[in-house]
């Protein structure tokens, strides 16, 4: 709930409509052809996971994240600490 809290209460260059991006957003940033880091060279990233607004089906307590290094996504406890990329729909 941090992570979704977080990008909601984002205010940033002068938007506040900011969100946890769902889980194909965050997999459309990633360059498969590319690894340290498989995210595409025009954003920023660091070696570790990103969150998306998407909980794991199986599990609530889990949602679905991707890893900056490999691209990959992997579902990650909910209690653990990574990074986030807020994002909002441009109008």
Known sequence: RDAVDYCEGLVLAGWDD?????RF?????VHYGRSFPAIAEVFSCQA???W???TYADD???????YGN???????DKINTY?????????
């Open 48 to 50: 570790s996971f990103y």
């Open 52 to 54: 998306s607004s998407a």
């Open 60 to 66: 609530p307590a889990y949602a679905w994240g991707i």
């Open 18 to 22: 900011w969100r946890l991006p769902a």
């Open 83 to 91: 990074y986030v990329r807020c994002v909002r729909t441009g109008r």
């Open 70 to 76: 490999d691209g990959g996504d992997h579902w990650l």
């Open 25 to 29: 957003e965050l997999d459309s940033i």
